[in-house]
């Protein structure tokens, strides 16, 4: 019984219309904080963090690359843990939730890699450098257009579920591999002209905007999923009864 | 086509396909994936044009770089390794194409699942078929694309030695998106968006290896890795494709 009793909350998740609603309750309780973070993270990066010795006021898009750059890792591994869960547990919500992810996810790549080309023009004095980071995020974003590819390709959504799942957890054990495979390729083609920084401890003045602006990215992301999961939802349940109940109509 | 299209002759490897499916007792698994594979090699050696296209593809793309780029060996030595692995991806990429296709078409697929048998070591056995056909070619063609690029003749065992290795990752990690891309209609654009991202680990390890090769160095540590790849791929990517392949057919 007690084994029982401790799924409960699992099973429950489960079921389309208290997702649904949970999800609508939730929604402003991250929304409201990651406002909050976001706005205050950036008032702190931008305006009272002191302007770094080397690099000037340039640095500051780092407020906007590092989260974004660690959401887009972050997302896909949400991704790649719904659709596992729902390839397991044959939970239709799961499979709702990555596919929900994925363009947020890729959103998120495209900012790390447009603010990260920003960056690299006043820093490297070239929009773009085949630095590994900057080259693995490239990576990640085909492996998250894949997916939407592969999902798109599917007139079924059960089988886009199934089939973009699969894709979703074969690309989180290749993402280390890859990662790891470019860090090396890099090593032995390092590019002179590149101007390398060494691993400066970060004053707290600055980390610490940082910090909160990673966690209220973090905050972000969760709201914009719940936001996207109901919507999902509504529409693969749009013929269930229990949609009029929840929209009032 | 199908295997009904096929001359009488064929019969003399299918004949032994009815113990797959109707066996009194289960097959051994290793006899199971043996007659899978020399069902695929008898196939496929009936239909031999279908057999070039990837290595004219190969040749081709090898030809591209000198008219592109510029006819000094010396230019082109420098470029050959990252040729020889850009067309011999690429060329296995258009390979994918009939891996599963075909036997999909005609249900071949959906009996091999309904066998009993492990459809892991059945579609292992179409991979490793599908590689005797396009891959190994492949690397035994790519001492002819290199000369032509300058590549000196001391570095060609090394080069068919990767080559050898990094071909049959390739097609095992194509396996994957192969199987996951069956039943669509247009797939070609989809399935290089699928397997390139994923390939790229082999194209690093592979290129550098061939660089070494033909520099005249130790190519031992790049090749390490890639065999590292290639134990990983033998191990995950048939579990993979078999997973694709049932969803498929669901």
Known sequence: MMADMRWTWFHRLASPPYLYGLATRLTPWFAWPAALLILGGFYAGLALAPPDYQQGEGFRIIYVHVPTAWMSLMVYVTMGVAAGVGLIWRMKVAHAVAASCAPIGASFTVAALVTGSLWGKPMWGTWWVWDPRLTSELILLFLYLGFMGLRAGFDDTQRADRAGALLAIVGLVNVPIIHYSVIWWNSLHQAPSVLRFGKPTIPGAMLAPLLILLLGFTLFFAAVLLVRVRAEILQRERAARWIGEALGT | ????????????????????????????????????????????????????????????????????????????????????????????????????????????????????????????????????????????????????????????????????????????????????????????????????????????????????????NSYVAPLQLLAALLVLAVTLAPLAAASAVRISLE
């Open chain 2, 1 to 216: 086509m199908s295997i009904t299209g096929l001359p009488a002759g064929v019969g003399s490897s299918l004949d032994a396909a009815p113990s797959l499916a109707y066996g009194a007792g289960p097959a051994p698994v290793l006899a199971a994936a043996r007659l899978a594979l020399s069902r695929d090699l008898t196939l496929a050696f009936r239909k031999r044009g279908q057999l070039l296209q990837p290595l004219a593809f190969f040749a081709l793309i090898t030809l591209l770089f000198p008219l592109a780029v510029s006819p000094e060996l010396s230019r082109l030595r420098g470029i050959a390794p990252g040729v020889l692995w850009v067309a011999a991806m690429l060329a296995s990429l258009l390979a994918l194409e009939f891996l599963f296709r075909d036997d999909a078409h005609d249900g071949t697929l959906e009996q091999y699942a309904l066998s009993g048998q492990s459809l892991t070591w059945l579609l292992f056995a179409k991979t490793v078929a599908h590689w005797l056909l396009t891959g190994l070619p492949l690397a035994l063609m790519a001492p002819f694309a290199a000369m032509s690029l300058g590549v000196p003749a001391s570095a060609v065992p090394g080069i068919v030695l990767i080559m050898v290795v990094g071909t049959i990752a390739l097609s095992l990690i194509g396996a994957i998106g192969a199987a996951l891309t069956l039943g669509m209609k247009r797939s070609g654009a989809l399935l290089a968006l699928l397997t390139l991202p994923l390939s790229l680990p082999v194209l690093i390890y592979g290129a550098r290896a061939t660089e070494l090769a033909i520099a005249g």
